[in-house]
Nanobody, 125 residues
Framework: QVQLVESGGGSVQAGGSLRLSCEAS????????MGWFRQPPGKEREGVAG????????YYDDSVKGRFTLSQDNAKNTVYLQMNSLKPEDTAMYYC??????????????????WGQGTQVTVSS
């Protein structure tokens, strides 16, 4: 089993920055991929960014490219999502996810088997 604990959400004005953290514990050695998803009010959950734990290759949704940066600290079993130039449309509940499943697309929630409890990000105009 793997447990994920997120932190770092909050409220910010447009143009501001936030950094989300996700610490993994448990059988973290089995993980091959971690990601961040978000779910705006009344909408479906969508992939924001993903990272393959071996090698650190990152992927981003087009809506956040150039503004968000995903990184990992293997010693702390933690991934970070640095969010800059935030926009009101970035407002959502953000979820950290982790996967032991081989294959699938990084942005598909179906391919992740562990989830955090979520952290709210609110961007005001």
């Amino acid at each position: 089993q793997v447990q994920l604990v997120e932190s770092g959400g909050g409220s910010v004005q447009a143009g501001g920055s936030l950094r989300l953290s996700c610490e993994a514990s448990g059988y973290t050695g089995t993980l091959n991929r971690m990601g961040w998803f978000r779910q705006p009010p009344g909408k479906e959950r969508e992939g924001v960014a993903g990272i393959y734990t071996s090698g650190g290759t990152t992927y981003y949704d087009d809506s956040v490219k150039g503004r968000f940066t995903l990184s990992q600290d293997n010693a702390k079993n933690t991934v970070y999502l640095q969010m800059n130039s935030l926009k009101p449309e970035d407002t959502a509940m953000y979820y950290c996810a982790a996967s032991t499943i081989v294959g699938g697309h990084w942005s598909s929630a179906t391919w992740y088997n562990y989830w955090g409890q979520g952290t709210q990000v609110t961007v005001s105009s």
